[in-house]
Nanobody, 117 residues
Framework: QVQLVESGGGLEQPGGSLRLSCAAS????????MGWYRQAPGKQRELVAT???????NYAQSVKGRFTISRDNSLNTVYLQMNSLKPEDTALYYC???????????WGQGTQVTVSS
């Protein structure tokens, strides 16, 4: 069973920064597009950013210029660097892996990000 282990969530002030990390099983990480999604109370889960196995990135419009997704293939880890945080970034953030050949998805447990004064 593939496991995605997340870390880095917490409480931050508006304008501050956080970095989320997600370590995945190597067998799935090697062949998967990795992504970050988030869900705020009362809202749909939404895509934040994705990165393919060769480093092609995609971002939600709401986070462009503020967030950066990256991956370290030697560590089987994907990161989300979040700068210039806003209160509306407050959500439960989920790590995601998707295999291109069959579109099977795996999800992490979620890590809470709260942006507040």
């Amino acid at each position: 069973q593939v496991q995605l282990v997340e870390s880095g969530g917490g409480l931050e002030q508006p304008g501050g920064s956080l970095r989320l990390s997600c370590a995945a099983s190597g067998s799935i990480f090697r062949v998967s597009t990795m992504g970050w999604y988030r869900q705020a109370p009362g809202k749909q889960r939404e895509l934040v950013a994705t990165i393919t196995t060769i480093g092609v990135r995609n971002y939600a419009q709401s986070v462009k210029g503020r967030f950066t997704i990256s991956r370290d293939n030697s560590l089987n880890t994907v990161y989300l660097q979040m700068n210039s945080l806003k209160p509306e970034d407050t959500a439960l953030y989920y790590c995601n892996a998707k295999r291109p050949y069959d579109q099977r998805e795996y999800w992490g447990q979620g890590t809470q990000v709260t942006v507040s004064s």
